[in-house]
């Protein structure tokens, strides 16, 4: 009886083994999946201009803020997040107003969280993702293919009430 109990759990094991593995992140800076030196020194900049959740990015690009979020019943998001927020997170959005010509952007940001971006009304899917645990200053970076005009950035499920995010254009 032990000898198949040892059988069973190896095989539970097996095949759960590999799935954890593939849910955790990779850990570490050079373990993006591209480069991210630009966004990684734009969020560690030491001064960087407060926005509340709601409000317009009205610079020029690339640009750095730290949102100010609020509890997702309090966000008003402009379109439920793609990915139910966990309980006890905070969420918020600001409009970039002026994306300058189309082409890929990235979206950077200090913490966990997700990232949902609208255009003419509609969710955009990502171009590519890439984050890992273990870098200081950076979290998660993701790319978008972004038409000239506005854009509505949307965080969610975020542990703390502010987040550093990195709006810049991508040069591939």
């Known amino acids: 009886m032990t000898r198949h109990i040892i059988i069973i759990l190896t095989a539970v094991s097996a095949l759960l083994g590999p799935s954890y593995a593939w849910a955790q992140e990779p850990v570490g800076c050079d373990k993006f999946k591209w480069d991210v030196t630009r966004e990684r020194a734009a969020l560690a900049q ?58 890929v952007y990235s979206v950077s940001l200090s913490a966990a969280a997700w990232i949902d971006v609208l255009q003419n009304g509609s969710l955009l899917k990502p171009k590519a993702f890439s984050g890992v645990t273990g870098c200081d200053g950076i979290r998660k970076t993701v790319k978008f293919d972004l038409v000239a005009g506005p854009a509505i950035i949307q965080i969610s499920g975020v542990s703390e009430p502010a987040i550093k995010i990195a709006i810049m254009p991508v040069f591939e």
Do not use: C, Y
């Not at 201009?49 to 709601?54: D, T, Y």
């Not at 009205?58 to 793609?82: M, N, R």
């Not at 990915?83 to 189309?102: E, L, Q, S, Y």
């Open 46 to 103: 030491a001064s960087v201009p407060k926005l509340a959740s709601g409000s317009d990015l009205t610079g020029a690009l690339p640009q750095t803020v730290i949102l100010d979020l609020k509890l997702p019943a309090e966000a008003k998001l402009p379109s439920p997040p793609e990915r139910a927020p966990k309980p006890d997170t905070f969420a918020g959005f600001g409009t970039v107003k002026n994306i300058p010509a189309n082409g």
